[in-house]
């Protein structure tokens, strides 16, 4: 069964449905939360926060715009951070945004539209292992001392990048964003 019909049954109420999504995403969501979650407790409770999200959310997910696949990677991907800011008691990291200098309009759907795209293709034109460290920073909020651990970097190229990679997205937002 493919996923749009496994998502058609979730709509419908059908939990074998949702047992099937589990079965066959489990490994992708341990993986997600294995990368940032060294506690299998914590791992565990994070793969479970995702589906039952999923689950809570099925109603709303369209599979023309994202596929469920990605859906779940997302989800995930939040769950993950959320018990990041539960475990380190909730440090801070600063948005995207704030570091940017920029008041960018996420509230329009057009607007956020553009803006995200224009986002998500600096990032994916980062070269390795400068994505990483700017995903690790801005996605899963990790202060630059963490991801120096983990990738083994020291803290001032991973500044030196951040500041680099953040101005080469500026201009790109100013160059054809929408900014308030």
Known sequence: MDDRELLEQMKSGDEGALEAVMKKYRRLVEYIAGRMISSEDDREETVMDTFYKV????DRID???MSLKSYISMTASGCTVDKLRRITKGAQVDPLEDDLELDLDLENEASRSINL???????R????PDREIFIDR???ELDVKEISR???VKEKKIWNILSRRK?????ALIKGGIIL
């Open 55 to 58: 689950w809570a959310a099925r």
């Open 63 to 65: 599979p023309d715009r």
């Open 117 to 123: 795209d224009i986002i998500k293709s600096c990032i």
């Open 125 to 128: 034109e980062m070269p390795s």
């Open 138 to 140: 801005y996605y899963f």
């Open 150 to 152: 983990r990738r083994g």
């Open 167 to 171: 101005d080469a997205l500026k201009k």
